[in-house]
């Protein structure tokens, strides 16, 4: 008999609302950057807390600086 001591994938800091993160994510067809800042912000009170909002940020100031880079060479078209 297999004993499972804990879910490695799917682990509980995932699962505290109604819907798991990555349905969210998958749902709303978010890219790498946009999926991990909101995995990050949902998982910071049940696993790594500051941690875990500094690693948003990092995502998030990455996915800025892309939608800068964008605007800008839009802007020179």
Known sequence: ???ILKDNINPKHY???KIEVIEFILDQQMNYLE???VKYLSRYKQKNG????KKA???LNKL???K???RNKSKKR
């Open 1 to 3: 008999m297999v004993r």
């Open 15 to 17: 699962k505290q609302g």
């Open 35 to 37: 999926g991990n800042i």
């Open 50 to 53: 500051i941690e875990d909002l």
């Open 57 to 59: 940020l990092w995502y």
């Open 64 to 66: 800025i600086g892309e």
């Open 68 to 70: 800068e880079n964008e």
